[in-house]
């Protein structure tokens, strides 16, 4: 609890970020690798001379009418025009993926200073996308992830730095407001060790829950509530019964600091406990005069208020991400065509391509948050099968279908077995290739 003062205290809106409205895009890979693609968004990042159609002031279809194309959305209405309401559309063709422009950026958080923190990369769309010919078949693989500008490493240091900086805060805070002869210094080293112990198994929970499908900040609150109560803090769920869980967190803030803080070697209790209380902002809220003592510690630590302010919000974007992703509702709804049979995707299958040419279509629909903190791919891999050379080389189709495909590629994961098949492909060494297939 005291760890999170150092944010908490600032009055930092943590996870409020701009509302960047939903972002909608269909792209069609095509067979020779070049992509056109279609983006629908409130406004568009990026170099605006790098698409070949744009149309400005169209309404905006929202995540939920994905069945709705694109073309279809019509012009906007002057009234909602005038209230700035409308969007972009535009359109690109592209000699690859590399090509497109990075049209997607989320609007920062008000309580980042990236500008202050090289570390805190802004969330943004990043591509992976590859096109082999294997001759027999040729395979497409796309991945495009939604970033979240941070990840569990850069959240882990975090996290323990916001310890070792919000001890000796918190100490020098009850020091001076308690006055001569209090010592803080055994809750500072309870911070260090048990309360280091105690955020950690809490970030663990954290990334375990957002591994997981689900709304991330429901899951594990059972599992938060099991951590507190080996830590000695038995609440009832909060969601059940918040004053019972409110006023068991202040229940065991007062036995810890009656524990760890003295006055004149005597355990704190009485008016001073009280004092405690009201200057940590435990009981809900802080006496008056409380901003103007943390602020105060903020200047001598730090050299300046402000100096305090820009690291709290630096660290919150380190840990939360420099765009405010957990605040904002809005939906990715992209619909993405791939050559060919579909093999695998984490999206929803629209159509899983033929052998005759029809592509394949998946739609990949999230909100903004799911990309906290791991990032959001979306992924597609397709074939396109060659049996016209098959039969020149072998005299027969020995990869003639998905299961085929995927038992090929499966083995040309192996990079000294794809490097000895191309090599025999370049050749048109068709025993070569007949035995590697074996």
């Given at each position: 609890?005291?760890?999170a ?5 600032l009055?930092?809106?943590?996870l ?12 069609e890979?095509?067979p020779?690798?070049s992509v ?10 990026g170099?605006?001379d ?22 279809d959305?019509?012009?906007?209405p ?13 359109t690109?063709r592209?000699?690859?993926?590399d090509?497109m422009?990075?049209a997607?950026?989320?609007p920062i958080?008000?309580?980042s200073?990236?500008?202050?923190d ?18 027999v078949l040729?395979a ?27 001890a000796p805060?918190?100490?020098?805070v009850?020091?001076?407001e ?16 048990v ?6 198994d ?13 709304p991330?900040l429901?899951?594990p ?10 830590y ?5 769920d ?14 065991f ?7 760890r ?22 009981n809900?809220?802080g ?17 300046s ?7 709290a919000?630096?660290l ?5 991400g ?6 904002t ?6 619909r993405?065509?791939?050559p ?5 995707t ?9 052998a ?37 080389w ?10 085929a495909a ?11 077995v794809?490097?000895?098949?191309l ?7 068709a025993e ?5 297939m074996?």
């Open positions: 609890m005291f760890a003062r150092l944010l908490f205290s009055g930092l809106p943590l409020i970020g701009c509302q960047p409205g939903d972002f909608r895009a269909e792209t890979l095509n020779d690798g056109t693609r279609t983006v629908q968004q409130k406004r568009l990042a170099d605006a790098a698409w070949d159609e744009r149309e400005d002031e169209v309404s905006l279809a929202s995540a939920r009418d994905w069945d709705r194309p694109l073309a959305v019509p012009p906007l002057a009234n909602r025009r005038a209230r700035g309401e409308g969007g972009v559309r535009a690109g592209f000699a690859s993926a090509a422009p990075h997607v950026e989320l958080a008000s309580y200073n990236i500008q202050k090289a570390e805190v990369p802004p969330s943004r769309l990043e591509r992976d996308v590859t096109v082999t010919d294997y001759g040729t497409y693989e796309w991945e495009e992830t939604l970033t979240a500008g941070t990840d569990p490493v850069r959240m882990e240091r975090t996290r323990r730095f916001v310890l070792e900086e919000s805060l918190v100490q020098a009850l020091e001076q308690l006055g001569q002869g209090t010592d803080a210094s055994a809750l500072s080293e309870w911070v260090l060790t309360g280091d112990d105690w955020t950690a809490l970030l663990a929970a954290l990334l375990e829950a957002a591994a997981r499908p689900g991330l429901n899951a609150a059972d599992r938060m509530r099991e951590i507190a109560r080996h000695g803090l038995d609440a009832p909060p969601r059940d019964d918040p004053k019972a869980a409110a006023a068991a967190g202040r229940a803030a007062r036995t810890l600091l009656a524990e803080v003295t006055v004149d070697g005597e355990p704190l209790a009485g008016a001073k406990l009280d004092r405690a209380m009201e200057v940590l902002m435990l809900g809220s006496p008056a005069g409380a901003a103007a003592l943390w602020n105060g510690q903020l200047v001598v630590k730090y050299g208020q402000q100096a305090g302010h820009d690291l919000g630096v919150t974007a380190r840990f939360f420099p765009n405010g992703l957990l605040g509702g809005e939906s990715f709804a992209y993405h065509r791939t060919g049979l579909l093999l695998e984490n999206g929803s299958i629209l159509s899983a391509g033929d005759d040419g029809e592509s394949a279509e998946v739609l990949f629909r999230f909100e903004i948050r799911d990309a906290w903190p791991f990032g959001r791919p979306m992924t597609a891999r397709s074939v396109v099968l060659h049996p016209g050379r098959q039969r020149e072998f005299g027969e189709v020995l990869v003639g279908d998905r299961v995927l038992q090929f590629l499966e083995r040309m994961q192996y990079e000294h794809r490097t000895e098949w090599t025999a492909m370049e050749a048109g060494d070569a290739m007949r035995k590697i074996k």
